[in-house]
């Protein structure tokens, strides 16, 4: 049997331990796209390090800009409700309650004038009896 106390896969190599590179160990002395590492993050400031700055400005321009929205929101907001609120304005449930009552005192109108009409009727025919008799 073997020691197992040996390194398998060559963890110690992985991922640069020990060394000073900050990308790991590349044995190619290239990034992912190809070109020539340079050694450390000092130096001039290239393509890369040009992106990752722009994008990091974005990203907060995106954040300041979210957040002025949500104020601009909260102002207008703000404002309509006090515009709203100094006008003399009903809510919505008040409305359909009052709805609802003009409905039902509406069809009670149609509902009485259809009476008066049948009454109107029956007392024109009892006046012209009346007038036939006297007669």
């Not at 190619?28 to 994008?55: C, H, I, K, N, V």
């Not at 207008?76 to 919505?92: H, I, K, M």
């Amino acid at each position: 049997m073997q020691n197992d106390d040996r390194n398998l896969f060559g963890q110690d190599d992985f991922a640069g331990a020990g060394r000073s590179d900050p990308y790991g160990a590349d044995p190619y002395g290239t990034d992912p796209f190809g070109r020539p590492r340079q050694s450390g993050r000092g130096g001039a400031a290239g393509p890369g390090r040009l992106l990752d700055e722009l994008a990091r400005l974005v990203t907060d321009a995106a954040g300041v800009a979210q957040g002025a929205r949500r104020e601009v929101e909260t102002a207008v907001r703000s404002q309509a409700e006090r515009f709203t609120g100094s006008l003399d304005l009903v809510s919505r449930e008040e409305f359909e309650a009052m709805r609802d009552v003009a409905l039902r005192a509406r069809a009670e109108a149609k509902a009485l004038g259809d009476r008066v009409a049948a009454l109107e009727a029956k007392l024109g025919d009892v006046d012209d009896e009346a007038a036939t008799d006297a007669e």
